[in-house]
DNA sequence: CTCCAAAGTGACACATGTGTCAATTATTAA
DNA sequence: TTAATAATTGACACATGTGTCACTTTGGAG
């Protein structure tokens, strides 16, 4: 019984999403948020106790999504099908190496924030793993340099997706020059 | 005459650089500037109209900086000597990415403002056709990838410092590998 | 139709940041 | 020593965000 509800957590996650990437953590607030979804901003505090604990259970509902994706790479066969395929999967979720400097602004201001914050911690680790297992593929097939180590290798092709665009070059183009400048460098 | 000032402008840029890096823009507050000079809120507005006046005056301060390195590029001769001495500089001044990032929130809120933001986007013109010249000179040597575009070279250039050492390599590791990865890319 | 539980509302008390300005303090020229 | 001047102070009025909670609205079970 009880009413309608007016909004689902998945609309609110995707303004929250949204509002982070167009204002930032800290100039996020409930007043804002309650704005887009059509509520009263009292009303928000029924589902999250402020807006640390919001955003952490938003960046798990985020990174769920892409590890869902991500846990498909091994399925790709070799090392050049699971690199197209990780390129892929970056360029069409962009915006989360931005959502994940936004989230080391969160502070821990209750249980449930840091039962989160944990939580998040441990999706993070099990990322790398299953990035380290593509990594280690690409060493043994020799397609990747053995003398890099393995977390620069990813640190690096996370952070070229954050190169900005701001020559509008097309987007096809923008993102070609990416994947030949990770695999290649800027040397001929 | 007059009593003597309690700080010097270049302290109080020092800090503000310090506390855009430690709470990002938001955060920034003329209280928390003000207890880092020791000196009262009301001080700092003698000075500088608003927070928003004071960043883009820092930015243009910390660019003058680095443009000061950054013009004996030329002086260096070859790509291969400039190279080496841009990758230098970057890591030195590994902070200005990130500066740049906060930047990009600064609200025009007054005259002097605006001035302040159309004169620093009229240095990083200048600082892109400085290097611009590096990397045509890098193109004509046959050191550079003739197919990518300029600016995206420089993107990634400069992306590239921004690569987290989460696993706590030695730095100097960490500088090896991503002049070796901006150079070659991940591929063997 | 009535009742109840869930969902939603908005006002209240509090906290923190903003910009201003009259008053105070420190320095030095005369 | 004194007057002129510039730097500094801190209180005031205002704005915006926070967390709470008594009260209202809604919709289905009985």
Redo the contacts with the bound molecule.
């Keep these: 019984?009880?009413?309608?509800?007016?909004?689902s957590i998945t609309e609110l996650y995707e303004h929250t999403q949204a509002l982070l990437l167009e204002v930032g953590y800290e100039?996020f607030?409930?007043?804002?948020l309650?704005e887009r979804l059509?509520?009263?901003?009292?009303?928000i505090?029924?589902?999250f106790?402020?807006?640390d604990e919001l955003i952490t259970a938003f960046m798990i509902y985020e990174m769920n999504q892409f590890m869902q994706k991500l846990e498909q790479i091994e399925e790709k066969g070799d090392f050049e099908r699971q690199f197209t395929y990780l390129m892929e999967i970056i360029f069409e979720r962009s915006e989360i190496q931005e959502l994940i400097n936004i989230t080391k602004q969160v502070n821990t201001?209750n249980e449930k924030t840091a039962a989160n914050q944990s939580y998040f911690k441990n999706m993070s680790i099990n990322m790398y793993t299953c990035l380290q297992n593509f990594v280690q593929l690409g060493k043994q097939e020799g397609k990747l340099n053995p003398s890099l180590p393995d977390t620069m290798i990813l640190g690096f092709i996370f952070q070229s997706v954050a190169i900005p665009n701001h020559f509008q070059l097309p987007r096809e183009q923008w993102v070609q020059s990416i994947i030949q400048m990770v695999s290649n460098g800027i040397r001929t």
Aim: charged share 30%; glycine share 8%.
């Design positions: 019984m009880g009413r309608d509800r007016k909004f100039a607030t409930f007043s804002l309650a059509n509520v009263a901003r009292g009303t505090y029924k589902y106790e402020n807006k201001t």
